[in-house]
């Protein structure tokens, strides 16, 4: 593969891959350009040091973890503690060699915790559903893209894997995913997002398909996308795509226009699975294995969480320019409830000089896809938005998250208030997993302003189980000096 000048991946020559569309995937940041070998990377002493690379032992913590999850399998006979459906090195996994190198490529070596006991269960056959819940950044990605691959027959010129993400971003980052891995196979993708497929184009040849839910079903419905040859189909942020309030209705119709005459494995991955989703969840994939984690593992610890106590919405933003020092040492994200938060307070930082960037919903497609690219590459070091990125998105550099704004539920009282409303757990567990990547060290820092944000704020605490220290907003560099503590 040879990267091109805007840092995009291309095959190089002789190479098949192919992925039709217009939109490329962005980069895959940790996609060394060198030629695979067909073993794990060896660590090599003289290695430039990446500042975002995590310790060794951390990535080794990771990999070793003990995280609680328990595994149900369909079939109630076997013995889920089995080694048989435990895999200690992708070798054991029985994948084609090109596979292989494709992971060995990306600098994987050992599976981590969830891809070692989900992938001999993924990966088995006859092919089985699977819900399965791990961590933010545990590495649930490669454990659906790998099936997808050695699922697909390369000889065949149709779709038969679909994955479904909740945000145009995240689809582009899987197909980054598929693009890496599926390097030295002969597979072509398609992105089902929109403003992609040119306005003619009528027949997607393509074996990986992968995009949002309201584009997916739009070409399916107008035959653009055959479906007769699906046997694999995803749901990444299982729970959001899913929820009945959110993107269930689309996520039920894709599922409907599956062929009936053959088996179609159903896979769910999330980090997160709220009770009112979970009876929904296994009877969209009936007989599925499930591994689940512990109520009180949703987080990883590895973020450490803090609050900051402010005095009202003005002295809020005070607050977060004065830190603008230290969200930029790595990179940050700044979390808000409503577009126009956004928009206003990175519009305000930017007349006073600061260097931040806006990603929302209402911007369109090519500026989106801009914006989270400069920011994936570096170029941009603090990204304020709305929970449109809450999940998902993976970028190693990202130490810092802030929630300007808790997330909340979509609830209202009678006056169209939502002072009194639930905070929304899972979105916070989101949000906050876009640091701490894969073992990392990362921190969180929510801010508070009155009794209805603090009180959000306890629940949230014992939701998760996980303890909120206070920083002071006054002493900056005590702050300063908690903050680096936290990170080292
Ligand atoms: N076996 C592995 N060895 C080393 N790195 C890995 C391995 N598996 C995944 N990673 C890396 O870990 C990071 C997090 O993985 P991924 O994005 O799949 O997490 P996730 O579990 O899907 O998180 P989220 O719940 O936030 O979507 C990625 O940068 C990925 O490249």
Same mark, same amino acid.
């Given at each position: 593969?040879?990267?091109?000048?805007?840092?995009?991946?291309?095959?190089?020559?002789?190479?098949?891959?192919?992925?039709?569309?217009?939109?490329?995937?962005?980069?895959?940041?940790?996609?060394?350009?060198?030629?695979?070998?067909?073993?794990?990377?060896?660590?090599?002493?003289?290695?430039?040091?990446?500042?975002?690379?995590? %310790?060794?032992?951390?990535?080794?913590? #990771?990999?070793?973890?003990?995280?609680?999850?328990?595994?149900?399998?369909?079939?109630?006979?076997?013995?889920?503690?089995?080694?048989?459906?435990?895999?200690?090195?992708?070798?054991?996994?029985?994948?084609?060699?090109?596979?292989?190198?494709?992971?060995?490529?990306?600098?994987?070596?050992?599976?981590?915790?969830?891809?070692?006991?989900?992938?001999?269960?993924? #990966?088995?056959?006859?092919?089985?559903?699977?819900?399965?819940?791990?961590?933010?950044?545990?590495?649930?990605?490669?454990?659906?893209?790998?099936?997808?691959?050695?699922?697909?027959? @390369?000889?065949?010129?149709?779709?038969?894997?679909?994955?479904?993400?909740?945000?145009?971003?995240?689809?582009?980052?899987?197909?980054?995913?598929?693009?890496?891995? &599926?390097? @030295?196979?002969?597979?072509?993708?398609?992105?089902?997002?929109?403003?992609? #497929?040119?306005?003619?184009?009528?027949?997607?040849?393509?074996?990986?398909?992968?995009? !949002?839910?309201?584009?997916?079903?739009?070409?399916? /419905?107008?035959?653009?996308?055959?479906?007769?040859?699906?046997?694999?189909?995803?749901?990444?942020?299982?729970?959001?795509?899913?929820?009945?309030?959110?993107?269930?209705?689309?996520?039920?119709?894709? %599922?409907?226009?599956?062929?009936?005459?053959?088996?179609?494995?159903?896979?769910?991955?999330?980090?997160?699975?709220?009770?009112?989703?979970?009876?929904?969840?296994?009877?969209?994939?009936?007989?599925?294995?499930?591994?689940?984690?512990?109520?009180?593992?949703?987080?990883?610890?590895?973020?450490?969480?803090?609050?900051?106590?402010?005095?009202?919405?003005?002295?809020?933003?005070?607050?977060?320019?004065?830190?603008?020092?230290?969200?930029?040492?790595?990179?940050?994200?700044?979390?808000?409830?409503?577009?126009?938060?956004?928009?206003?307070?990175?519009? /305000?930082?930017?007349? *006073?000089?600061?260097?931040?960037?806006?990603?929302?919903?209402?911007?369109?497609?090519?500026?989106? $896809?801009?914006?989270?690219?400069?920011?994936?590459?570096?170029?941009?070091?603090?990204?304020? !938005?709305?929970?449109?990125?809450?999940?998902?998105?993976?970028?190693?550099?990202?130490?810092?998250?802030?929630?300007?704004?808790?997330?909340?539920?979509?609830?209202?009282?009678? @006056?169209?208030?939502?002072?009194?409303? /639930?905070?929304?757990? *899972?979105?916070?567990?989101?949000?906050?997993? /876009?640091? &701490?990547?894969?073992?990392? %060290?990362?921190?969180?820092?929510?801010?508070?302003? $009155?009794?209805? !944000?603090?009180?959000?704020?306890?629940?949230?605490?014992?939701?998760? &189980?996980?303890?909120?220290?206070?920083?002071?907003?006054?002493?900056?560099?005590?702050?300063?000096?908690?903050?680096?503590?936290?990170?080292?």
């Amino acid at each position: 593969m040879q990267k091109d000048a805007d840092g995009f991946y291309t095959p190089g020559p002789g190479q098949s891959l192919t992925t039709s569309s217009p939109v490329r995937p962005p980069a895959y940041h940790q996609m060394p350009n060198t030629a695979a070998p067909v073993s794990p990377k060896p660590a090599t002493a003289d290695a430039p040091e990446d500042a975002a690379a995590p %310790k060794q032992d951390a990535v080794t913590d #990771l990999i070793k973890s003990t995280f609680e999850v328990s595994v149900t399998l369909a079939d109630q006979q076997a013995d889920p503690n089995s080694p048989l459906f435990s895999a200690k090195t992708f070798e054991e996994l029985g994948l084609h060699q090109d596979l292989l190198k494709g992971i060995y490529d990306m600098g994987f070596s050992k599976p981590s915790k969830i891809q070692e006991r989900a992938l001999p269960l993924l #990966l088995s056959n006859p092919p089985q559903n699977m819900i399965g819940q791990s961590q933010s950044g545990t590495g649930k990605t490669a454990a659906f893209v790998l099936t997808m691959l050695s699922r697909v027959d @390369f000889s065949i010129n149709k779709p038969q894997a679909l994955c479904l993400a909740p945000s145009r971003e995240l689809a582009r980052q899987i197909m980054s995913v598929v693009v890496a891995m &599926g390097k @030295f196979t002969p597979v072509q993708t398609e992105y089902a997002i929109r403003d992609n #497929l040119p306005k003619g184009a009528s027949n997607i040849t393509a074996q990986i398909i992968v995009g !949002t839910p309201g584009t997916m079903t739009d070409l399916i /419905r107008r035959k653009v996308l055959d479906v007769s040859e699906v046997k694999v189909f995803v749901l990444d942020e299982a729970d959001n795509m899913l929820d009945k309030d959110g993107l269930g209705e689309q996520t039920l119709r894709v %599922k409907n226009m599956l062929p009936k005459n053959r088996p179609v494995q159903i896979i769910l991955f999330s980090a997160t699975f709220p009770d009112h989703v979970r009876n929904f969840a296994a009877k969209f994939a009936p007989n599925a294995n499930k591994i689940e984690l512990q109520r009180n593992e949703l987080s990883v610890d590895n973020i450490r969480q803090f609050y900051m106590d402010c005095r009202n919405e003005e002295h809020k933003y005070e607050v977060l320019v004065s830190l603008y020092k230290l969200l930029t040492i790595g990179q940050s994200i700044i979390f808000c409830q409503h577009r126009h938060t956004a928009d206003r307070i990175s519009q /305000r930082m930017t007349a *006073e000089g600061h260097k931040v960037a806006s990603l929302h919903g209402a911007k369109d497609a090519a500026e989106r $896809d801009a914006i989270i690219d400069n920011f994936r590459e570096g170029k941009e070091k603090v990204l304020i !938005t709305t929970n449109v990125i809450a999940r998902g998105i993976d970028i190693l550099q990202v130490n810092m998250v802030v929630n300007y704004d808790l997330p909340l539920m979509n609830e209202r009282d009678h @006056f169209g208030n939502k002072e009194d409303a /639930r905070p929304d757990i *899972e979105t916070y567990i989101h949000r906050i997993g /876009r640091t &701490g990547r894969f073992g990392r %060290k990362g921190i969180s820092i929510n801010f508070v302003h $009155d009794k209805a !944000t603090w009180q959000q704020m306890e629940q949230i605490e014992k939701a998760t &189980g996980k303890q909120i220290i206070r920083i002071e907003t006054n002493d900056l560099d005590a702050m300063e000096e908690q903050m680096k503590k936290a990170l080292k």
